[in-house]
């Protein structure tokens, strides 16, 4: 799932105006987009054409009609009241609106500070498919919106990320019956990317939208391999790794399920791409760079660190 | 101590392709780009708003309302200006004027030749605003159009191909070159432009953009530095390079005249790092990073 996270200061307006926000049921996320429909329906044309995601099925876009799919979607939110809308209600249109994703294509994560790298890693659809490369995804991502349970919409601002409770109310309702569709239509190698330094472990089942929706609706019959992603920012040090308590309770879940997992700690690939903002990070060099004195330097100490272990394991065995 | 360095660097290559070899094996996925219509693209307005729209809420342009519908109007206005293939050079002027890019100082990117890579480098990092990063070339990016023949509306049958002697004034064309010499002579500070080192017509190439339009219209006054970002593949041959150039001393020679400073980098780490993302287990991409080095001495240190 996605949506844009809600600007700082909205967080010291919670804090302070909690209980005004109850009574009242305003909520601290930004309202709907004014033109929310001029914006869903460019979406969904501009999808059609093929660019936004180069592997879609352009003959089973052509059969999406975009005005539909704006109805379908906006009859399960607006008017209603905010919280006022379940996952259930966006089952007509996220079934109008499925696509077919490619074999070994999904991509899940968990934990909004894996987001900004599983995106990049998917390369828009091209490497890897997250939720919000599928049509579906693709139309919602980035927005809050909700009724305002006069039959409008509201467009001052909407209830924030788990505000009216897990995965109920206009946003979060969406994003709930989306996952649990994205994972049901998954199918041969599947990924799944978290953070090592999420704080209370990189793996959880507890209000989390991976377990509780995309864990749990995977067909063991049509998942061939799991490949759990334990990443670690390159200027932080890994809090977690794929022998931690916390992926393991995530690999007992997949052997009760017969889905066979790997798991990498910081995969090459993907420590690349951490790499790209940070190339003047000592952990970012490459072995043929020229001229990169602290990186020789840094080879050479690990050269002798190397040798030495090697004798000193021979001593004292 | 020599002897025993290249020791310990036959025991580290050894052990780094063996650990390269086990691991994951990921291929890119690709298909070719985007199969255009002849005409304009369907639903052009819908789309053209939409972005309009979303750009405008995103980034919050101003404070007052963006009217979408009068961009396009104005838009469309230019296109409808004249008969197909005269459209005159200010013919989109006043639709600029309500979009025109303002970018922050050292982020103005061109590209020629490496719409790939350096859209992946916008996307991935602050430092570069490319023409489809801003407001005006993301709005009609990747669309086609043109007018029909009485000036009424767009024509969603036929456009007419690029072609500067048959159809000088082409919708498309017209709106590319002034946009491009719009972008350049916006440019603060330093500038960036990604260009491919293993194009056989050269990194700098007459016919592109960035020779035709971009570089002549830059700014001496605003403009300090020209930084060419050289991209060669990972498999590629290069053609030219930062040190043997093959055409980029006409650019250099062109940008001295002007009074900008060049320099020039071959393949730069981030975008070596993109690359490598892609195919890690390719020679070059062998790096002494922490993960690497975990993953062969993780039970020792």
């Known amino acids: 799932?996605?949506?844009?996270?809600?600007?700082?200061?909205?967080?010291?307006?919670?804090?302070?105006?909690?209980?005004?926000?109850?009574?009242?049921?305003?909520?601290?996320?930004?309202?709907?987009?004014?033109?929310?429909?001029?914006?869903?329906?460019?979406?969904?044309?501009?999808?059609?054409?093929?660019?936004?995601?180069?592997?879609?099925?352009?003959?089973?876009?052509?059969?999406?009609?975009?005005?539909?799919?704006?109805?379908?979607?906006?009859?399960?939110?607006?008017?209603?009241e905010p919280c006022d809308v379940e996952p259930n209600d966006y089952k007509d249109f996220v079934e109008s609106a499925s696509i077919t994703i490619p074999k070994d294509m999904s991509n899940?994560?968990?934990?909004?500070?894996?987001?900004?790298?599983?995106r990049s890693y998917s390369r828009e659809g091209q490497r890897t498919w997250t939720l919000d490369y599928t049509l579906i995804g693709y139309l919602i991502n980035g927005f809050y919106f909700c009724g305002d349970g006069k039959g409008g919409v509201n467009t001052e601002s909407c209830p924030d990320d788990g505000e009216c409770g897990f995965a109920v109310g206009a946003v979060d309702a969406f994003w709930a019956e989306a996952s649990k569709h994205f994972s049901i239509s998954a199918e041969g190698l599947s990924r799944v990317f978290f953070n090592s330094s999420r704080p209370g472990?990189?793996?959880?089942?507890?209000?989390?939208?991976?377990?509780?929706?995309?864990?749990?609706?995977?067909?063991?019959?049509?998942?061939?391999?799991?490949?759990?992603?334990?990443?670690?920012?390159?200027?932080?040090?890994?809090?977690?790794?794929?022998?931690?308590?916390s992926i393991n309770n995530l690999k007992s879940i997949l052997d009760s399920k017969s889905i066979p997992y790997n798991c990498w700690d910081n995969p090459r690939d993907v420590f690349h791409q951490l790499c790209i903002d940070y190339d003047d990070h000592e952990d970012c060099t490459f072995l043929n760079d020229d001229g990169a004195v602290h990186k020789q330097s840094f080879f050479l100490i690990t050269c002798i660190a190397f040798i030495v272990l090697q004798f000193t394991t021979k001593d004292t065995s | 101590m020599v002897s025993l360095l290249k020791e310990c660097l036959v025991i580290l290559l050894a052990v780094l392709s063996v650990v390269q070899a086990d691991k994951l094996s990921l291929k890119p996925y690709t298909r070719d780009a985007v199969a255009y219509e002849d005409g304009t693209t369907v639903n052009f307005e819908d789309i053209f708003n939409g972005r309009c729209y979303e750009f405008g809420c995103l980034s919050c342009l101003g404070e007052k309302p963006l009217t979408c519908d009068t961009i396009f109007?104005?838009?469309?206005?230019?296109?409808?200006?004249?008969?197909?293939?005269?459209?005159?050079?200010?013919?989109?002027?006043?639709?600029?004027?309500?979009?025109?890019?303002?970018?922050?100082?050292?982020?103005?990117?061109?590209?020629?030749?490496?719409?790939?890579?350096?859209?992946?480098l916008s996307a991935t990092s602050g430092l570069y605003y490319t023409m489809e990063d801003t407001f005006m070339g993301y709005?009609?990016?990747?669309?086609?159009?043109?007018?029909?023949?009485?000036?009424?509306?767009?024509?969603?049958?036929?456009?007419?191909?690029?072609?500067?002697?048959?159809?000088?004034?082409?919708?498309?064309?017209?709106?590319?070159?002034?946009?491009?010499?719009?972008?350049?002579?916006?440019?603060?500070?330093?500038v960036t432009v990604i260009l491919n080192g293993d194009a056989t017509t050269g990194a700098f190439r007459n016919s592109s953009f960035f020779a035709r339009v971009e570089a002549p219209n830059l700014n001496p006054e605003k403009v300090y530095l020209v930084n060419v970002l050289l991209i060669h593949d990972l498999d590629g041959?290069?053609?030219?390079?930062?040190?043997?150039?093959?055409?980029?001393?006409?650019?250099?020679?062109?940008?001295?005249?002007?009074?900008?400073a060049y320099s020039c980098q071959d393949d730069p780490d981030n975008a070596r790092f993109l690359q490598c993302s892609q195919e890690p287990e390719h020679p070059e991409c062998s790096s002494c990073t922490k993960g690497f080095l975990d993953s062969i001495f993780g039970s020792w240190f």
């Not at chain 1, 899940?108 to 599983?118: L, M, Q, S």
């Not at chain 2, 004034?169 to 719009?182: D, E, H, I, R």
Request: charged share 20%.
């Open chain 1, 201 to 245: 472990g990189p793996f959880q089942t507890e209000e989390s939208f991976f377990s509780e929706f995309e864990l749990c609706n995977l067909t063991p019959e049509k998942i061939s391999l799991m490949d759990i992603y334990v990443l670690t920012d390159v200027r932080q040090s890994p809090q977690h790794d794929c022998d931690s308590v």
């Open chain 2, 237 to 260: 041959t290069p053609f030219e390079t930062c040190d043997d150039p093959q055409t980029l001393q006409y650019l250099e020679a062109l940008l001295k005249e002007m009074g900008i």
């Open chain 1, 1 to 80: 799932m996605s949506k844009t996270s809600s600007e700082a200061g909205s967080l010291v307006v919670v804090a302070c105006c909690c209980l005004v926000l109850f009574i009242v049921g305003a909520g601290a996320a930004p309202g709907t987009p004014s033109a929310f429909r001029d914006i869903f329906i460019g979406r969904c044309e501009d999808y059609k054409l093929g660019g936004i995601n180069k592997l879609a099925d352009l003959s089973e876009l052509s059969s999406k009609n975009c005005s539909e799919l704006w109805e379908l979607f906006s009859v399960a939110w607006l008017g209603k």
């Open chain 2, 73 to 120: 109007s104005s838009f469309l206005d230019g296109v409808l200006s004249d008969p197909v293939c005269a459209l005159e050079d200010t013919a989109y002027d006043s639709f600029l004027q309500l979009v025109a890019p303002d970018l922050p100082v050292d982020t103005t990117t061109f590209w020629s030749g490496t719409y790939e890579i350096a859209h992946q």
């Open chain 2, 139 to 190: 709005l009609v990016n990747s669309l086609n159009w043109c007018g029909n023949d009485d000036q009424t509306d767009f024509d969603y049958e036929d456009c007419r191909a690029w072609d500067y002697d048959d159809c000088y004034g082409q919708a498309t064309s017209v709106f590319w070159n002034k946009a491009s010499a719009l972008m350049a002579a916006q440019a603060r500070g330093s």
């Open chain 1, 108 to 118: 899940f994560w968990d934990g909004w500070d894996i987001y900004d790298t599983v």
